[in-house]
C-alpha cells in the first residue's frame, strides 16, 4: 500500500481537532480533511494500512503536509467546509460533479425579477428550491410569468423608461414606465412567494381557465401543452401522503445507503410540508465520516438551509456536532430531526433502491463501451478517455481543448483549456503547444495522464497528434474518428455509418454500424471537445472584440460583430455556411452578409 513520499514526526503533531491538508510539490492543496485528533488522523496515512484508490493516488502527488488546530471540531468542519470550497483540492472528491441544483431566485431589487438560478450566494436574494427537475421548472416559470407578471429586463433597460414586448402579451406590467405602482408590484412578489409556500390554487385555477379557452376555440395542440404543464405543476408540488409529514416546515434528507456494493446518498427536499425533489449521488470512491461531510459541503455550497435536516445512514455519532456546525453557517438554529420522518425515510430507501438498480444498467452499458476500447487499441483496460480538440476564429484566439469521460462517463471537473500562445491557425504546432504543456501537468501531478487520446481527424492528424504527444513524454495509445468521404453518397441507403475510426499502423479505418453504442461515445466525445474549444474560443473573441479580423470588413461594427459571434460560434469553421445563415442569425443586411461570407470562403480557402 502507498505512504506519503516523504514522513513527519507525529510526536510533533497535536492531538487536538483541527484540519490538515495534503500539498503537491508546487504547494497547492490537493486535500482537505478534519479530525477530531490530528495526530490519530495522520497516522493512518503514514502506516501500511489498506487505502481507497483515491487516498492511494493522493499519496503518490503528496509531497507535504499542514496542519491547523482548531478550538473544537465544529470549529474543524467549518474550516473544512471553507477550505475546500475556495481552494478546490483535487482529490476531495464529493459533489465535485455536480453543478448544482436550480433554483428559483427573487432578487432584492426595487422591482424584483423572477430568475432561474444555480448560484444562492446572494444574501438579499430570496431563494426558492432546490429543485431535481430543471424542465418541469422551466414551465413553471412560464407560466408564473402570466399569472404574477413580474419585470424580465434588465436594470439598464428599466431605467430607459419604455416598455416592451413583455408588456403587450401581458407578461409584465409595466413598472418601467409607472403603469403600475411599486405598492401593487410588491403584492405581486407577495403572491410569488406564496406560490412556493406550497399555495398553489391560484395559479392552478388560471391555468385550468386558460386551458378551458384554448379547448373552446379548438386549439386543441395548445390546451394540451397546459395540460401538462399542470401535470408537471402538480409533480413539483404534489402533497406526498407517503412522507406522512403533518406540519408546513421545511426539511431535507440525507440517506446514505450501500445496495449491490455500490454507496450512495438520496436527498429528499420537503419545502412547506410538500417534495419538490428527490436525488441520489453514487460514489466510486468513498470517503470517512461520508454523510457528514457531504451534508457539510452541500449547504457551504448552495448556503440554503431548511428548519429541519434528517440523517439516516451509519454514521451518527457526530450528528449533535453536525448540527452546532450548521447551525453556526447558517447563523440561524438548525435541527436534525430523528423523530416524525419515518414516512420520508421509507421515501428515500425505496427511491435509493430504484436509483440504484439504474445506475447499475448505465455502469453495465459503460463497461462494455470501455472493455471494447480496450479491445480496439489492444489493451487490457480503458478507465479514463480524453478527445483533444483545437479551434480558432479566423486565425485568431486559437484555443486547445482536452474533454475526459471516466468509465464511460464524462467527468467536466477534468476539463481542461489551453490558450495556445506559438501558433495562430497551426494546428500541428498548436497541438505540439498543447500536449508539451499537458506533458508538464502530469509530471508535475496537476493532471493524469489518459488510458486513450481521440483525436478528430484523418490519418494525418493522427500522427501529428501522435508525434506532438510523444515529444512531450506521453506514450499512451491515440486513435482519430473522421467521415468517411467515399461513403458520403451513400449517406441514407448504406447500412453502415460515414464515421470511421482511424488506428497507428493499420492501413484500412474501422466502419462502424450506425447504433453501435461504442460509435455514439467516440462521437459523443468528439463533438463535446468542439462545443467546449468554440465556447473557449468565442469567449475570448468576444473579450477581445477590437482584434477580430471580422472588423476589417467594411459595414461591420462591434456591436453587429458581437451579435454575429454570439449566434455563430463557430463562423469561421462551420462547413454548411451561407448568406442567408450569416443574415438570419446574425440579423445583418444582406450586402453586410455577403461580404462576411466572401472573407470566410476566402480564408478557408488560402
Known sequence: MAKPKFQINLSDISQKSGVYMFMDAKGRVIYVGKAKNLRNRLSSYFNAGEKTIKTEKMLIHASSVKTIITENEVEAFLLEANLIKTEMPKYNILLKDSKGYPYVKLTHEEYPRLILTRNTQDENAVYFGPFVNVGDLKHIIEMLQSAF????????RLKEGKICLK??????????????SREDYMKTVQSIKNFFKGNVDEVKDMMNAQM??????????EAGKIRDRIISLDKLFSKQSVTNISDERNIDVFYKHSISGV??????????????????????????????????????NTRQFPEFIALEGDEEEYNETL??????????????????????????????????EQYLLKVGERKDVSSRLAELIGVEKVSRVECVDISHLGGSFTVGVSVVAVNGEFAKQYYKKYRIKSAENDDFQSMSELFSRKGENIREGSDDEADLYI????????????????????????????????LRPLKHDFE?????????????PVIMRKNDPLLHFI?????????????????????????SPLLNIAGMGEKRLKHLLTAIPDIHTRKELSVNIIRDYGKLPQELAEKVYEYIINEKNK
Do not use: W
Open 149 to 156: 407578471p413580474l419585470r424580465t429586463c434588465s436594470s439598464f
Open 167 to 180: 408588456y403587450q402579451i401581458k407578461k409584465c406590467s409595466g413598472p418601467c414606465e409607472n403603469l403600475i
Open 212 to 221: 378551458k379557452e384554448y379547448a373552446k376555440n379548438l386549439a386543441f395542440e
Open 263 to 300: 454507496t450512495g446518498i438520496t436527498q429528499i427536499f420537503v419545502r412547506s410540508g410538500r417534495m419538490i425533489g428527490v436525488s441520489t449521488h453514487f460514489f466510486a470512491d468513498t470517503e470517512d465520516e461520508l454523510l457528514e461531510r457531504f451534508v457539510m459541503q452541500f449547504y457551504s
Open 323 to 356: 448540527e452546532e456546525a450548521l447551525s453556526k453557517m447558517a447563523g440561524k438554529k438548525v435541527h436534525i430531526r430523528k423523530r416524525g420522518i419515518q414516512g420520508l425515510i421509507n421515501l428515500a430507501q425505496k427511491n435509493a433502491e430504484l436509483q440504484t
Open 455 to 486: 483525436i478528430d481527424g484523418g490519418t494525418g492528424q493522427l500522427n501529428s497528434a501522435v508525434k506532438a504527444a510523444e515529444n512531450a513524454g506521453i506514450t499512451a495509445p491515440f486513435i482519430s474518428i473522421s467521415k468517411s468521404r467515399s
Open 496 to 508: 453502415d455509418t460515414i464515421e470511421q475510426i482511424h488506428l497507428l499502423n493499420r492501413k484500412n
Open 523 to 547: 462521437q459523443r466525445l468528439r463533438d463535446e471537445s468542439h462545443r467546449f474549444a468554440i465556447t473557449y474560443s468565442r469567449n475570448l473573441a468576444l473579450k477581445n472584440i477590437s482584434k
